[in-house]
């Protein structure tokens, strides 16, 4: 019997695969195949403006098929290499049918078990909180230890910083080895200081190469291997050595992995069918291919750098659902918010973006990405919060009623998306000596959360 390829056949593959360009790959191989898929599929043109939740479950299982056929013409383009990587149909079903189903993150009562889920499913969605949004060096120690303290909060990932000892960190230079390093020795600190020690996290964000990671995981005192080690790879369908270097290394550290790239609506995919399609293959090409225990099924929307609009939204529901439905995996997705601190568009984007993924059965979610992750310090432990919060309780609603929701609060913000307000950095959001939000957020917080139980997801 055949079993799925191992990173041996993985690498040759990466040097004997079929030659192809950048150029060709970014503009013939992707949008031709997409289209190709669509059309066979009768998946054109379905995305619904005012189904910003899918509830049609048929819809999202043709999704599936489309997406797993895509998958296994297109496979990954190594750009260091200009060779495709591909796995044939029996190599797929094989890892799919041996992707684990549940992993535990951290140790004892501080860590989490992150398990494979259904639409509606009651067991609730895993919360790693924040996004790699970029932390000053002196505020990185407060902030993400404020995150940790935050119970709603399953897993740690927080910031990533730009400097180490005061000094610029540029990527692949050895500054950013030590950044690494003392990145994860300070993550391990922080999560003992908050009294969750065993608490799981995920590294390393901070590491823009491998060399980020060689110093962060793995290495005395920086991340252990019970965390997820963070592999993130170029979109569309492209891998390269980094991410090689990094599954390797994890896996020499036997640690875990959670490989995730976006599909971008507006970008080679195309609209938000076709990057759906590619979003689930992108997925289910991390199993064989980069060998992850969590994969991703990411959206991202170059038009707004969000997918709290309805296009992405929508694609997120359905992304979900068709992975969720379809496959036993632990499922990753996003929301990416683009409002900031002390505003109650953040809150509001929150509620939709992660509740439209927990409702449609994803295993685990990462955020926020507060003011669109564009902004230093931009970030606050209430947001992060929230994001657990609405992660647990809209775990077990059904889609059609996320959909009603969304319908509800949609009208709140999406006029503002293309311009949002990006309120104020954590430094003028708190109250540091009592690491308290100021009045103006905390109030802000109990009224949308009051809004949201009203809607029906009681956090």
């Known amino acids: 019997m055949k079993s799925k390829p191992d990173i041996l056949d993985i690498l040759q593959r990466t040097e004997t695969g079929e030659y192809c360009t950048t150029k060709e790959w970014d503009t013939k191989r992707i949008p031709g195949t997409v289209r190709k898929m669509l059309e066979k599929y009768k ?25 797993f056929e895509l998958a296994l013409e297109l496979g990954y383009f190594c750009e260091d290499t200009q060779r495709i990587v591909k796995v044939d149909e029996e190599e797929l079903l094989d890892a799919l049918k041996y992707a684990k189903s549940e992993v535990f993150v951290g140790e004892g009562i501080d860590g989490t078990l992150i398990k494979s889920r259904t639409p509606a499913d009651p067991y609730p969605m895993a919360a790693a909180c924040s996004l790699g949004i970029t932390y000053s060096e002196d505020i990185y ?6 995150i940790a303290r935050e119970r709603a909060v399953d897993l740690l990932e927080a910031g990533s910083l730009t400097t180490i000892f005061g000094h610029e960190v540029l990527s692949g230079t050895p500054w950013e080895t030590l950044m690494g390093h003392e990145h994860g020795v300070m993550h391990r600190e922080i999560r003992r200081k908050a009294g969750r020690p065993g608490m799981g996290a995920i590294g390393s964000i901070s ?16 991340f252990l291997p019970s965390d997820l080690a963070l592999i993130l790879f170029p979109s569309e369908l492209k891998i390269d050595y980094r991410t090689l270097h990094k599954v390797i ?22 609209p938000p069918e076709g990057t759906t399609l590619s979003a689930i293959a992108c997925a289910l090409l991390s199993y064989p291919i980069l060998q992850t225990t969590v994969g991703g099924g990411e959206i991202y929307d170059v038009r707004y750098l969000s997918n709290v609009n309805r296009e992405g939204l929508w694609a997120l529901s359905v992304t979900s659902q068709a992975l969720s439905r379809n496959t036993h995996i632990c ?17 509001y984007e929150t ?31 209430l947001e992060c919060r929230f994001v657990g919060e609405v992660s647990h309780a809209a775990s077990g609603i059904e889609p059609e009623q996320m959909n009603e929701i969304c319908k509800a609060i949609l009208p709140k913000y999406e006029d ?7 309120g104020k950095p954590f430094q003028e959001a708190y109250d540091i000596d009592l690491m308290e939000p100021i009045p103006e957020w905390e109030d802000i917080y109990l009224r949308v959360k009051e809004e949201t139980d009203e809607l029906g997801i009681s956090c």
């Open 351 to 381: 509620v939709t973006g992660v509740g439209v993924i927990a409702a449609s059965g994803s295993a685990m979610t990462t955020g926020p990405r507060t003011a669109g992750g564009k902004l230093n310090d931009y970030m606050t432990p």
């Open 141 to 146: 120690p407060i902030l993400t230890e404020g």
């Open 249 to 270: 290394h994890t896996q020499n550290c036997n640690g875990i992995l959670k490989c995730d790239s976006p599909g971008m609506i507006g970008g080679m995919s195309g």
């Open 207 to 222: 590491a823009v190469t491998e060399f980020g990671q060689f110093g962060a995981y793995g290495t005395p005192g920086g």
């Open 416 to 422: 503002s998306i293309k311009t949002p307000d990006i």
């Open 43 to 67: 998946l054109s043109k379905t995305y619904a403006s005012e189904t910003p939740c899918n509830f049609d479950y048929e819809l999202a299982d043709r999704f599936y098929k489309a997406g």
């Open 331 to 347: 499922a990753h997705l996003i929301a990416n918010q683009v409002s900031g601190p002390v505003t109650a568009n953040l809150l």
